[in-house]
């Protein structure tokens, strides 16, 4: 039973993991445009900065 | 990829580093019209983005946006729409608008859901353990850390993913009737409240799973019909943003000034040059050209106007620059009007009671009354409390309208992707119950009962060889009815011969001159003909030697239109034709398409009348129409179609868009709404049969945490598969 006391924490924490990415993104607002987003990736458009 | 996508970001470091302290940092949100795909999206941000003073420029293809951050000392917004104008974009500034894609509440669902979804996947994979381990050899001390791990995870998370189901239902009991929500709210929070009691007592009792993955399916059924109204909003915004911002306009003393639209009174001088939008309902006083009135009729073809004639705010000067004389305020134009038309027509279609909410309202007392009754039964058979308790819970857990929830969103999504695949794209879910009422069927003549572009009418009358040398000057324009030469001599399929040195010239024609040839195509004065043809509107050909050539033009019934029509009548409907047409064209439109009712010569508010009086009658109508000037009525009818070239004023206030040349499109979306209806119904139908097996069950006190979570998944994937029939199913339509 001593693998629950490693294993629950660990897989807890992956799906947290997930979530954050999950609420970053949509922070970040990527899911405003997922029909330009589609476009761009084809394109071999130069990264701004 | 991240990085690319951050422009708040990206925004903020460019008004924050290495630029002069000279500059003045704006970001500008433009609505650019004709944008469809990739290339459109690059050349639009290429064009902005090379412009001198402007640091960034990001398309959003979702929303046809552009937002762009410049330095307002070196340029202005009306810069970059010409710079797009030239590229042949039309643009116009959004100001004081809501910068982000869609709502603030689209983005809250889908955070709500992500929480919901992550919850629901952990206490199912704790719950899973338990259940396999009741089988086992999984000990009550590792049982209990399992439910209290759950029920960790299932609190903040049922109390932070219900609050739009928990809201509503408040707000419903506050109005005293019942929604959907009702039943949802009190099966989540008792489910949860219950379990967390049984935790403490150490019990088994445990629903944490049920509540939290139910949340997490609603969510996802709501996210989705938010997202469908969003893209309809921001449409209509795009359309406001269409007004014209600002005008020439020419002062007693000579001078001409731009000044702001909410500025011009009636009375004032305004110029309207070749390319721009007319700002403000008037009169002609100087000048002749053509309007493009696409934004009020739906009808592609230039409407001619000269000195005296009136014209409307929102349309588009076509020929040579016009003086007109303003005879209403911005706030009195035709298209405020149609926009207030239209809001008042909508208010009254928010009235509307969708299916599951009438279901909701049998369903809820009956459920909420067995739960009592069971309660009160349990007490006085001498039972505890807490087991009375516990089983009224299993009642109201085991009735939790998981299938009932499903039943219509399911048969929605089906039906959905079903008239997706046949072009017709489904603004709203309530929109489908309204489609499946519908007992009669009224048309808009242009742009919905034809295909609203002109076609070659005389083509009998035209040789091979005239067409395809007018075809070969037509190719250089864009004028729909240059279009329309070089499409009949496509369908010929004559060869048409690229010539360079071919002149548009502007509001008379094309022209070629080289040191041998000169041909002309354009206006009758401009081709040196004086006989005047009867009103059908006509190029001419001139060719190098020989007569003048008439090539005449029509808009056309749709292929399909007499067979819809007669498909429609055959099934039970009442069809009618309303048009803002002159009466005779369109008594001969509807002879052509066998429509036996039809009325000409209406106004918006007199359309919206005239589906008053078929309301008063006890008829449900669905309203087809694409102008400006069917708006309102699209809004005001029971249910509305929308081909895809329509407004997008017209298309904000209809149901359903349907693309393509055809008509066939109306029939199918109703068939689809009709089967969607039915399925819906079966769908309660298998929702109540579960429940009369469960119920009895549950008001025993049998039911188990693994039956009901059986129970539940068994009912909702019945409902599920028996929705997707509807993609498949051969459907009917009938009045």
């Given amino acids: ?49 | 990829m991240g990085e690319t996508l951050v422009l708040g970001d990206d925004l903020r470091r460019v008004s924050n580093t290495d630029l002069a302290p000279a500059t003045c940092n704006e970001t500008v949100n433009l609505a650019v019209d004709g944008m469809h795909c990739g290339a459109c999206m690059r050349t639009v941000e290429d064009t902005l983005g090379a412009l001198p003073g402007v640091s960034l420029a990001r398309v959003n293809l979702s929303t046809r946006r552009a937002l762009v951050a410049i330095d307002a000392n070196r340029i202005t917004s009306e810069r970059l729409i010409e710079a797009l104008a030239k590229r042949g974009y039309t643009a116009v500034e959004l100001r004081d608008m809501e910068r982000h894609t869609f709502s603030s509440s689209h983005d809250d669902l889908l955070r709500r859901l992500g929480v919901a979804g992550f919850a629901a996947m952990n206490i199912m994979l704790l719950s899973v353990s338990v259940w396999s381990g009741t089988n086992t050899d999984m000990d009550s001390s590792v049982q209990t850390l399992f439910h209290w791990l759950s029920a960790l995870i299932a609190l903040p998370a049922v109390a932070y993913a219900g609050q739009p189901f928990f809201g509503s239902a408040l707000k419903a009991l506050k109005h005293r009737h019942l929604n959907m929500d009702v039943p949802i709210s009190l099966g989540v929070i008792l489910a949860t409240g219950m379990s967390i009691y049984q935790t403490l007592r150490g019990s088994e009792q445990i629903y944490f799973d049920a509540a939290i993955t139910l949340l997490a399916f609603l969510l996802l059924g709501r996210l989705l019909d938010e997202q469908m109204r969003a893209k309809a909003t921001s449409a209509a915004g795009n359309l406001l943003g269409l007004k014209s911002v600002s005008a020439s306009v020419i002062h007693q003393d000579g001078t001409v000034a731009r000044v702001p639209v909410k500025a011009i009174e009636p009375g004032m001088r305004v110029i309207a040059t070749i390319g721009e939008r007319i700002p403000a309902d008037g009169r002609v006083v100087q000048g002749d050209s053509e309007i493009d009135q696409s934004l009020i009729t739906g009808e592609s073809i230039p409407h001619k106007v000269q000195c005296g004639d009136q014209v409307y705010a929102g349309t588009i000067n076509l020929g040579q620059s016009l003086i007109i004389e303003v005879t209403r305020r911005d706030a009195n134009s035709l298209l405020s009007e149609i926009a207030q038309l239209m809001s008042a027509a909508e208010q009254n279609r928010g009235l509307y009671v969708r299916l599951a909410d009438k279901a909701a309202q049998l369903y809820a007392p009956a459920v909420h009354s067995l739960g009592l009754s069971t309660f009160v039964g349990w007490l006085a058979m001498g039972h505890p409390w807490q087991d009375a308790l516990t089983a009224a819970i299993a009642v109201l857990i085991i009735t939790c309208p998981c299938a009932l929830a499903l039943a219509v969103p399911a048969v929605q999504v089906a039906a959905a992707s079903r008239l997706f695949s046949k072009g017709i794209i489904l603004k709203a879910a309530d929109g489908l119950e309204r489609l499946a009422e519908a007992d009669t069927v009224v048309f808009d003549k242009t742009g919905t009962l034809t295909i609203g572009q002109p076609r070659l009418a005389n083509g009998d009358a035209v040789s091979d060889e005239t067409l395809a040398s007018a075809a070969s000057l037509a190719a250089a324009s864009r004028h729909p009815y240059a279009r329309a030469v070089v499409a009949a001599a496509e369908a010929r399929q004559l060869s048409i011969p690229l010539l360079d040195s071919v002149q548009e010239v502007s509001g008379s024609g094309l022209l070629r001159v080289t040191a041998d040839v000169e041909q002309r195509l354009g206006s009758a004065g401009w081709c040196g003909i004086t006989t005047k043809l009867a009103d059908t509107p006509a190029l001419w050909f001139k060719p190098h030697t020989g007569n003048a050539v008439a090539l005449q033009f029509k808009d056309e019934i749709r292929s399909d239109g007499a067979a819809v029509v007669a498909a429609l009548d055959s099934a039970g409907f009442r069809v009618e034709l309303l048009s803002g047409d002159a009466t005779a064209e369109v008594a001969r439109l509807a002879r052509q398409a066998g429509i036996a009712s039809y009325f000409g010569e209406q106004r918006p508010e007199q359309k919206i009348s005239h589906l008053e009086r078929l309301k008063a009658q006890g008829r449900k109508v669905l309203m087809v129409g694409d102008g400006l000037n069917d708006a309102p009525a699209l809004a005001a009818a029971h249910a509305s179609l929308s081909p895809a070239h329509a407004t997008d004023i017209a298309q904000t206030a209809s149901d359903a868009i349907f693309q393509g040349s055809r008509l066939a499109p109306v029939i199918e979306a109703i068939a689809v709404a009709q089967g969607a209806r039915r399925l819906a119904l079966q769908n309660f139908a298998l929702a109540i049969a579960y429940n009369i097996v469960f119920v009895p069950l549950a008001m025993a006190g049998l039911v188990t945490p693994l039956i009901a979570a059986i129970a539940m998944s068994a009912s909702s994937i019945t409902v599920t598969a028996n929705a997707v029939r509807l993609r498949t199913q051969n459907l009917k339509v009938s009045a």
Avoid: N
């Fill in chain 1, 1 to 49: 039973m001593t693998a629950l006391a490693w294993l629950i924490p660990c897989a807890l924490f992956l799906g947290a993991l997930g979530l954050a990415g999950f609420l970053w993104s949509l922070k970040t607002r990527q899911y405003d445009d997922l029909e330009g987003a589609s476009w761009r990736a084809l394109g071999d458009e130069k990264p701004k900065g």
